[in-house]
């Protein structure tokens, strides 16, 4: 269990991911209390092999990227695999400390709790998920959902190695 130092820098570094996001889609910098904790939560297929890295990303309507939300799997080398947003990010941004997290085993589940700007929801974005496992074939743009309050709790049935995906706000 994280001690209240590593609690309170972990908040620090998310806080800072949702103003980095803001920033990248030309919105003023805002208050923590202007954020909205969206749950991110996905269960696995079950497949033989070593676990699988996600890339959690936002884009535009026309998927066209916008920031990134978490990534699942920290070895860098694998992050190509992460195709499209791979593409969109280029090998510049790694490594990406503080929207980092374990990678995750074939039928295990995910759950984790991020923060996002207000003004991203309803705003015609997309939550994109990226998947990859070695020895697997790579499934870019695996899931995508409407980054908007109707889509809150819709599970999304992914077509490789995520069974099924959604978010809560």
């Not at 030309?26 to 033989?48: D, F, K, N, Q, V």
């Not at 535009?60 to 499209?84: E, R």
């Amino acid at each position: 269990m994280p001690s209240t130092g590593q609690a309170a820098s972990v908040r620090l570094r998310h806080f800072l991911a949702v103003l980095v996001v803001g920033a990248v889609i030309g919105l003023e910098a805002m208050p923590a209390a202007e954020a909205a904790r969206l749950r991110l939560r996905a269960t696995m297929e079950r497949y033989s092999g070593n676990p699988a890295y996600l890339a959690v990303y936002l884009t535009d309507a026309k998927g066209h990227f916008v920031a990134t939300v978490q990534i699942f799997g920290d070895k860098v080398q694998y992050y190509p695999h992460l195709s499209h947003w791979m593409r969109a990010v280029g090998p510049q941004s790694v490594p990406l400390d503080g929207i980092t997290g374990a990678s995750v085993g074939s039928g295990r589940g995910l759950d984790v709790t991020v923060e996002v700007a207000d003004t991203l929801i309803g705003a015609g974005l997309q939550l994109r998920v990226d998947a990859a496992a070695e020895n697997i074939a790579d499934n870019p743009a695996e899931i995508i959902l409407p980054l908007e309050k109707a889509a809150d709790g819709r599970d999304a049935i992914g077509r490789g190695l995520i069974a099924r995906f959604h978010f809560e706000m």
